[in-house]
T-cell receptor
Framework: NAGVTQTPKFQVLKTGQSMTLQCAQD?????MSWYRQDPGMGLRLIHY???????DQGEVPNGYNVSRSTTEDFPLRLLSAAPSQTSVYFC???????????????FGPGTRLTVL | AQTVTQSQPEMSVQEAETVTLSCTYD???????LFWYKQPPSRQMILVIR??????QNATENRFSVNFQKAAKSFSLKISDSQLGDTAMYFC???????????FGDGTTLTVKP
């Protein structure tokens, strides 16, 4: 299993440009999430999905768009990049959870994005 | 909304000694999960240990153990026999029954000195 993969690893954009960060998992996980990590801070949730066709906003959704057409893929779109979106982006996935199940999140390697 | 607080931005420990990282959280839920993740310079997030809130027994994983105090909403990580490879940033995280909605603290940078 490749686990959670993210592309690209690094990206530089100019203000106003758009792009898509790719995320894929091969573990048949229902849940997938996108986080951003700013310097010296923890991860903050951008968007998440509990299954194909279902997405919802997290703590910091503005400026980002997601869709989930398949179980495996969960791309994150930056609509019009701004310097405030300079960050490291992590994708994560996990099984759905019941009260007696363990729900570890598996993380991708991250994408370092710089917006000039 | 849940919050997670790590009050120690940086800590250091001598190799082979024991160190404890602190974490407190706030929630109104009765069933939830708590995690400690390690993030080395490679940026990869690595699960260190987890605790289910409905379990009273503290979790242990080799040299890593937690002190879970549910009433106090405290979840500290103890690292015994510290090794140079333990040098990393450590994040405490809270997850409700929906695994896609984890809340993270701001992290503690741990340095193990030879």
């Amino acid at each position: 299993n490749a686990g959670v993969t993210q592309t690209p690893k690094f990206q530089v954009l100019k203000t106003g440009q758009s792009m898509t960060l790719q995320c894929a998992q091969d573990m048949n996980h229902e849940y997938m999430s996108w986080y951003r990590q700013d310097p010296g801070m923890g991860l903050r949730l951008i968007h998440y999905s509990v299954g194909a066709g279902i997405t919802d906003q997290g703590e910091v959704p503005n400026g980002y768009n997601v869709s989930r057409s398949t179980t495996e893929d969960f791309p994150l779109r930056l609509l019009s990049a701004a310097p405030s979106q300079t960050s490291v982006y992590f994708c994560a996935s996990s099984y759905s959870v019941s009260l007696t199940s363990y729900n570890e999140q598996f993380f991708g390697p991250g994408t370092r994005l710089t917006v000039l | 909304a849940q919050t997670v607080t790590q009050s120690q931005p940086e800590m250091s420990v001598q190799e082979a000694e024991t160190v404890t990282l602190s974490c407190t959280y706030d929630t109104s839920e009765s069933n939830y999960y708590l995690f400690w993740y390690k993030q080395p310079p490679s940026r990869q997030m690595i699960l260190v240990i987890r605790q289910e809130a409905y379990k009273q027994q503290n979790a242990t994983e080799n040299r890593f153990s937690v002190n879970f105090q549910k009433a106090a909403k405290s979840f500290s990580l103890k690292i015994s026999d510290s090794q140079l490879g333990d040098t990393a940033m450590y994040f405490c995280a809270f997850s409700s029954t929906n695994a896609g909605k984890s809340t993270f603290g701001d992290g503690t940078t741990l340095t193990v000195k030879p």
